[in-house]
């Protein structure tokens, strides 16, 4: 009992870190509204949630071998801090109007990467330091839900703000409160962590894994997974106004309706993987993306996309946390590199958006951007078959 009390007194902190950590993912709301106030194309827009996923390509490696030296609960403090940064600045533009500049923009969305980096690489296998190995599947999951609140309420708190302050940067200012809180309560948390006794891996050392058939399989998951999640995030919204002439305030609950079922399926994932198969929901879920996927290419109604939107973001709400659970278990004895490694994946959310926004103003419809997502269900669909259902 006592055991468990504590377990729980530190889980409580880490979860509600990864609040903090559905931050990022107000990207796709901010990046609407940016393109809509400096009048930018589909590419030069779209180049801003790519300034936040880049650095989990440069950084998450290096993220995990700083974790051997300071351990895990000292980077995700650190991550907090310059997330906090982030979120300051454009807070700052809200009371200095003059400050609401793009490269002002670039910059936070810059920080908001590096600190969501920080924290995605060493959060994670933190769970590893208070639970047991055979519930890390639904645990990781149960942080991809208290995340997933983050993403949905994102969205609604721009909307709010936009209407009441003529400005969606009040969000941040909202965030900001959140990400001071959880310093403080991390900070205060006493978390023992077993710390590498070989810390000498070096960079190449840690890509040198991906030579590993498996590892390699799985890091794709993870730029598929957060390709097409940023994907419909950004597009979703736009989807709807280029189909059905929504102004951006209506065709924005889009982004609502994907984390509310992303949110949905994280909780109820939870549960799901405790007791079924891993292979087996994988399975589910990547068929709830190809469903999606028919409908956002045929569907102009707002029920059919709407539904659309719905079951991708369900059927996407779990990939991650079953992806990373089989990497950290595959080779847990290189816990944190492999963390770094998988991380490093989600430069999908930097590879995506990018090509999506080329190809769309090329066909001159969002239709080039459900193509480029639909690619990364398609990996998905391989992944399944090759590797989830043996």
Not at 96 to 101: A, D, H, L
Request: glycine content about 8%; charged content about 10%; some cysteine.
């Amino acid at each position: 009992m006592e055991t468990k009390q504590s377990n729980l007194s530190k889980l409580l902190p880490i979860m509600f870190t990864f609040f903090t950590m559905g931050f990022v993912d107000m990207v796709g709301t901010a990046t609407n509204y940016v393109k809509a106030d400096f009048a930018l194309s589909d590419t030069v827009a779209n180049f801003l949630p790519s300034m936040v996923f880049l650095w989990f390509f440069f950084l998450s490696v290096p993220t995990g071998l700083m974790m051997n030296r300071i351990g895990k609960r000292k980077t995700v403090l650190l991550s907090l801090v310059v997330t906090a940064l982030a979120l300051a600045l454009p807070m700052c533009a809200f009371f200095f109007k003059g400050m609401y500049t793009f490269p002002v923009m670039l910059v936070s969305f810059c920080l908001l990467g590096i600190g969501n980096t920080l924290m995605q690489v060493s959060l994670n296998p933190m769970i590893t330091c208070v639970v047991s190995g055979e519930k890390l599947a639904s645990t990781l999951t149960f942080g991809q839900f208290i995340k997933a609140i983050a993403s949905f309420i994102a969205p609604i708190l721009a909307s709010w703000a936009s209407v009441k302050y003529q400005s969606w940067l009040p969000l941040c200012l909202i965030f900001l409160v959140f990400a001071i809180v959880a310093v403080f309560y991390l900070g205060a948390t006493k978390i023992e962590e077993e710390m590498p006794k070989d810390k000498s891996s070096g960079f190449v050392d840690c890509l040198k894994l991906l030579g590993d058939g498996t590892v390699l399989l799985l890091f794709f998951g993870i730029v598929a997974h957060v390709g097409i999640d940023v994907g419909v995030n950004t597009c979703a919204p736009k989807i709807i106004m280029e189909r059905l002439a929504l102004p951006l305030e209506k065709a924005g609950i889009a982004t609502s309706i994907y984390f509310l079922f992303r949110t949905l399926g994280t909780f109820s994932g939870s549960f799901i993987l405790a007791k079924f198969p891993l292979k087996n929901f994988f399975a589910v879920s990547v068929a709830c993306m190809v469903l999606s996927m028919i409908g956002l290419f045929v569907c102009h109604t707002l029920a059919g996309l709407y539904i659309s939107i719905a079951l991708v973001g369900f059927g996407n709400s779990n990939i991650f946390s079953m992806v990373f659970s089989k990497a950290l278990l595959y080779l847990p004895e290189k816990n944190n590199e492999m963390s770094g490694l998988m991380i490093m994946g989600l430069i999908g959310g930097t590879i995506f958006p990018l090509l999506m926004g080329v190809l769309s103003d090329a066909m001159g419809t969002q239709v080039g951007s459900v193509i480029v997502i639909s690619l990364g269900v398609a990996y998905l669909i391989y992944l399944a078959t090759k590797f989830l259902n043996k």
